[in-house]
């Protein structure tokens, strides 16, 4: 499964973005999808995720309440909503897929098999 992020870009604090990341030549269909971000200097951490069917979302304690992950399979895309911006957002945005056992969220890096490229966020104080 091949994917690519888009829709990075600057933006100042309290502004909104979203990301979105897609395939090509395959659907999402049965596949559990996860945004991470790395920052500069700093370890790859889990931001929010969603299982296959899109019944249910997990997210970070730093981005609740700010982030929505959404799918729509018949795009083959997810996507990532992004508002109340902050400094600390800024970082490199992955999204990652799995072929899930169940149909939950997975959060840690080593559970997905399939990364885009990335894409940067900057938030501008």
């Known amino acids: 499964v091949q994917l690519q992020a888009s829709g990075g870009g600057l933006v100042q604090a309290g502004g909104a973005l979203r990301l979105s990341c897609a395939t090509s030549?395959?659907?999402?269909?049965?596949?559990?999808v996860g945004w991470f971000r790395q920052a500069a200097g700093k370890e790859r951490e889990f931001v929010a995720g969603?299982?296959?069917?899109?019944?249910?979302?997990y997210y970070a304690d730093s981005v609740k309440g700010r982030f929505t992950i959404s799918r729509d399979n018949d795009k083959t895309a997810v996507y990532l909503q992004m508002t109340s911006l902050k400094p600390e957002d800024t970082a490199v945005y992955y999204c990652?897929?799995?072929?899930?056992?169940?149909?939950?969220?997975?959060?840690?890096?080593?559970?997905?098999?399939?990364w885009g490229q990335g894409s940067q966020v900057t938030v501008s104080s």
């Open positions: 030549g395959r659907t999402f269909i049965n596949y559990a």
């Open positions: 969603i299982s296959w069917s899109g019944r249910t979302t």
């Open positions: 990652a897929a799995r072929t899930p056992y169940l149909d939950t969220v997975y959060s840690k890096v080593a559970e997905y098999d399939y």
